[in-house]
């Protein structure tokens, strides 16, 4: 009667630090998303040439690309964050003036296949959390019990070190192992 309840008592207590880790990620990512000032026009615009790649470029970004393709970009950008437009609303039109359009957008959107891009990584983490919970959760190291067989190995052990003390052992103690404990092989027998 008193197993039950210790074990349900065990089993509330084990997941009060899955709740609190789970309260400081959250803590921790509302702070990182919604602290600070809203960025500057130029921030956002470095931001936005970052996040597009250049028409006539490889695989440069209109920020790190010197053609005349990617400076007719940041114009664009520039002229867009002036009329007030939103990030959203500046790629959607770099992406419509160009042929192949959303090919030069380096971030995907959120939307359609390009969710899937945001969302694996997350349902990814999501199972490996859910795998190590499953996995460790029920583990209690304090819940292991002593069998008659290690007892017995455990008398058969003192026993045998009293008598090594007895006889003058090679131990520091005594024993014939070191440490004063006898040697026991990986069978549990003894090696001398």
């Not at 789970?22 to 809203?38: W, Y």
């Not at 199972?127 to 029920?138: I, K, P």
């Not at 131990?171 to 014939?176: A, E, K, L, N």
Request: aromatic share 6%; net charge negative.
């Amino acid at each position: 009667m008193t197993s039950t309840a210790s074990k349900g008592s065990r089993s509330t207590v084990g997941w009060w630090p899955w709740v609190l880790m789970a309260v400081v990620v959250v803590a921790l990512l509302a702070v990182g998303s919604l602290g600070g000032d809203p960025p500057t026009l130029e921030e956002r615009a470095q931001n936005l040439e970052e996040s597009i790649r250049c028409p006539s470029c490889a695989s440069q970004s209109v920020a790190n690309s010197d053609a005349p393709s990617a400076e007719a970009v940041r114009v664009l950008i520039a002229e867009r964050l002036e009329a007030g437009d939103s990030n959203e609303e500046i790629r959607d039109y770099v992406a419509s003036r160009y042929p192949n359009g959303r090919q030069l957008l380096l971030d995907p959107t959120g939307e359609g296949f390009g969710a899937l891009v945001w969302a694996l990584p997350v349902v990814a983490v999501i199972v490996a959390v859910a795998a190590l919970v499953r996995r460790f959760g029920d583990w209690r190291p304090g819940e292991l019990q002593a069998t008659e067989e290690d007892r017995d190995l455990v008398a058969a052990a003192l026993a045998r070190r009293g008598e090594a003390g007895a006889d003058g052992g090679n131990g520091p103690d005594g024993g014939s192992g070191p440490y004063g404990a006898p040697s026991v092989d990986a069978a549990g027998g003894d090696e001398s």
